[in-house]
Structure formats: structure tokens, C-alpha cells
């Protein structure tokens, strides 16, 4: 959030004393100097508002709020360390179960009611074969977590990682190895009851991750083409079906292209896309690794219209990508963002539009312009 006020100084004195925030910068907008604001659990702020609101109004300060909306602070805020929960998700946790259970739903139940005693659980779903996908309202909680180790719930031992990545590097070692010396990060065994009480102490005594939150934020961003499809498994919503397509049953256009060679750039994706598909696109982004300048394995690419994505999947879905001495197999699902305008919306802010060989392309889809690239600006 950002905050103005005509006597900051003294507002600024009062949200660090009083106020439960991760994280605060002083900005300069239009002449006037605010406080950008983060807070480590987002349930708190609408109370702690309240509170600085009731302050300045004692001090008879004149106070306003706002969302972060303006690119350029966006920019600047999450190249600080802090603020960095704004662009990489540090609320959540990945949760991996060895034992296989009868009713997955009955434990994913009960795996949220132990993970509700420790901190209010935001959503917790399953995301492919034995593996959980766990976000907090509290950033804190996933890096406390990852310390203490793994949980205990009815039996089955629940190994906690920070990154999808991190947990297939682990899992895939204990392939290997004995259970017993299951995960390379050193976790220890603990039930639930004792976890909760270290766990609450630890959280009022917690300071800013600075070194976690960058480590793992570099763990998020290695290449995602590496997870096997039993880790990284499809949800049946985001399986294609064209006879879907073709009944008009199905209204999605926008598509992740899975399993690309790395050493593809984005002309020759598009170059891929437009055999088949030429002018039948609005939207293409190849995400690039910016320190290797390789892809890491998937792009996003929306259609004028779902029948447009019939011939493109028909010749490329589950194909070997030839001239490129790959064995990778091309796959193509429906993303989770949909359509021009909501990934427009998605990126527009995105710290990739700094980099104008990498960011994400638009196209016209009709006239005399059709095929060819639209500029940002136009939207």
C-alpha cells in the first residue's frame, strides 16, 4: 500500500513501532514524498490502516491511501529485497507425501486442519501425483516451515520445499537412495502439537529473509522443463480436447507450449507457430532466462479464436521438435490466464517489459496488418 500524509515523519515513527509491516520505502510521486508499504500477512492491514488513520487523526494530519498501480514504482519496489513478495510467491509452500492414500481428498482435509493450527491456509490444492501446492496469508510461514521440517499427519510424513524445483531436485534423489535419507536439505521428523507452538514463537520473533528470499527466488526461476509430468502433472481442466473446440463448447484461446528446447529464441518459435498458424495469433511470450539468455522451456500463445488452435495442435501437440537435436516432445495445454487482454493486464508491469528482446509480442490478427507485430503502446 502506499501512503501519503502532510506529516510523514511522524506517521513513518508510528507504522514501524506499531504496525506488524515486512517492509517500508519512502518514494517520490508527482512532487510528493509517500510511504510504500508491505505488510508479512495481508490480513493485518485493513486493522493496522484503521489504527494509523486513528493516530493521524489525533496529530491532525491529513492521510490517503493507495494501491501499488503505477509501473515505475512497481519497478523500483521490487528490486528491493524486501518487496520482492509483490512479483515472486512467497506465501507458498510445496508439500510432498511419500505414501500413497485411498481418499486423497479425506487427507487433503486433514492435511489443511493441521496446517490451519500453525497459520490461517489461503487455499491448498493438489497439483499432481503426491503433492500439495499451499499458500498463507503470511509470507513468513513457508520459510519457518521449511526450517522446522517435515510434518506427521495420520502417519504419512510430509516433506516441506519452498520451490516446485526444489522438491523435484530432492525427490528425485530419494528415488535413489534409502527413504530414511530421503531429502538433501536436511529435514527432521516432528508432529504437528510441537510444531505448532515453536512455530507461533518463531513467527513474532521473525526478521526479513534476505538471503532466503533471494535463494529461493532463483530457485523459482530455473528451468520449469525439467519437472517430470508426475511432479509437474496436468489438472484435467487444462487438458485440450478438440472435439470441444469444434462443438464450440470450449471458449479458451490461450495455450502454454511446454517442453521447448532451450536453445529456441522467439523468432524461431514464432517461426514454429506460424507454419501452421500464421496471423492466427494475437499474443506470443517465450519466458527467457535473463542471466543464460536461454528459455526455460515454455511460452504462452493466444488465438484470435479456439478454432484457430485446431491445426497448430494437431501438427504439434505430443511431436518431437526436429532441427533442433532435442528429444524433448512439444505439449501443448490450456493456460491459466485467458485471453489478450488479461495477459496484457499480467504482464504490462512485469520487470520482463524492461528488456525489449524478451518480453512478450503482440500481434494483428486482422487487415492488411494481419501477421504482423503490434506495438504496447496501442493498449
Same mark, same amino acid.
Given at each position: 500500500m502506499v501512503?501519503?500524509?502532510?506529516?510523514?515523519?511522524?506517521?513513518?515513527?508510528?507504522? @514501524?513501532e506499531k504496525c506488524k509491516i515486512s517492509s517500508l520505502k519512502r518514494m517520490s510521486f508527482k512532487g510528493k514524498t509517500c510511504?510504500?508499504?508491505? &505488510?508479512? !500477512?495481508? /490480513?493485518?492491514?485493513?486493522?493496522?490502516?484503521?489504527?494509523v488513520n486513528e #493516530? $493521524?487523526? +489525533? =496529530?491532525?494530519? !491529513?492521510?490517503? &491511501? $493507495?494501491?501499488? !498501480? !503505477? $509501473?515505475? &514504482?512497481? +519497478?523500483i519496489l521490487i528490486k528491493t529485497p524486501n518487496f520482492k513478495f509483490m512479483e515472486d510467491h512467497y506465501d507458498t509452500i510445496y508439500l510432498f507425501f511419500m505414501k500413497t492414500v485411498k481418499n486423497i481428498v479425506s487427507f487433503q482435509n486433514e492435511v489443511c486442519t493441521q496446517l490451519c493450527k500453525f497459520s490461517d491456509v489461503m487455499k491448498l490444492e493438489i497439483i499432481g501425483w503426491n503433492c500439495f501446492k499451499c499458500r498463507f496469508f503470511d509470507i513468513r510461514v513457508p520459510f519457518i516451515l521449511k526450517k522446522m521440517g517435515n510434518l506427521t499427519v495420520n502417519g504419512n510424513s510430509i516433506f516441506v520445499y519452498l520451490t516446485l524445483i526444489e522438491a523435484h531436485e530432492a525427490i528425485s534423489a530419494q528415488l535413489y537412495t534409502k527413504i530414511s535419507q530421503i531429502d538433501k536439505f536436511s529435514v527432521t521428523s516432528c508432529d504437528s502439537s510441537s510444531v505448532h507452538f515453536e512455530l507461533l514463537n518463531q513467527i513474532n520473533d521473525y526478521e526479513s529473509p534476505q538471503d532466503e528470499w533471494k535463494k529461493y527466488m532463483q530457485l523459482k526461476h530455473r528451468r520449469l522443463s525439467t519437472l517430470p509430468f508426475t511432479i509437474c502433472n496436468i489438472p484435467s481442466e487444462n487438458v485440450i480436447s478438440l472435439n470441444k473446440i469444434i462443438s464450440g463448447e470450449e471458449k479458451r484461446v490461450t495455450l502454454m507450449i511446454r517442453n521447448i528446447p532451450n536453445v529456441l529464441n522467439h523468432f524461431q518459435l514464432k517461426e514454429f507457430v506460424d507454419f501452421t498458424s500464421f496471423g492466427d495469433y494475437n499474443?506470443?511470450?517465450?519466458? @527467457?532466462d535473463f542471466e543464460n539468455h536461454c528459455n526455460v522451456g515454455y511460452a504462452f500463445i493466444s488465438f484470435a479464436t479456439p478454432e484457430k488452435?485446431?491445426?497448430? #495442435? /494437431? =501438427?504439434?501437440?505430443? =511431436? =518431437?521438435? +526436429?532441427?533442433?537435436?532435442s528429444d524433448k516432445v512439444c505439449q501443448l495445454v490450456y493456460a491459466n490466464v485467458q485471453g489478450q487482454k488479461a495477459l496484457i493486464k499480467k504482464f504490462r508491469f512485469s520487470k520482463v517489459m524492461d528488456q525489449r528482446e524478451y518480453k512478450p509480442r503482440i500481434y494483428y490478427t486482422t487487415g492488411s496488418q494481419r501477421g504482423k507485430e503490434k506495438a504496447w503502446e496501442c493498449f
Open positions: 501512503c501519503f500524509c502532510d506529516k510523514l515523519e511522524i506517521i513513518e515513527e508510528f507504522i @514501524i510511504l510504500c508499504i508491505g &505488510w508479512y !500477512n495481508i /490480513k493485518h492491514i485493513t486493522g493496522d490502516i484503521l489504527l #493516530y $493521524s487523526s +489525533k =496529530k491532525k494530519a !491529513n492521510i490517503s &491511501w $493507495s494501491d501499488v !498501480n !503505477n $509501473s515505475s &514504482w512497481l +519497478k499474443f506470443i511470450y517465450l519466458r @527467457i488452435i485446431v491445426p497448430f #495442435y /494437431k =501438427k504439434r501437440h505430443n =511431436k =518431437k521438435w +526436429k532441427n533442433f537435436e
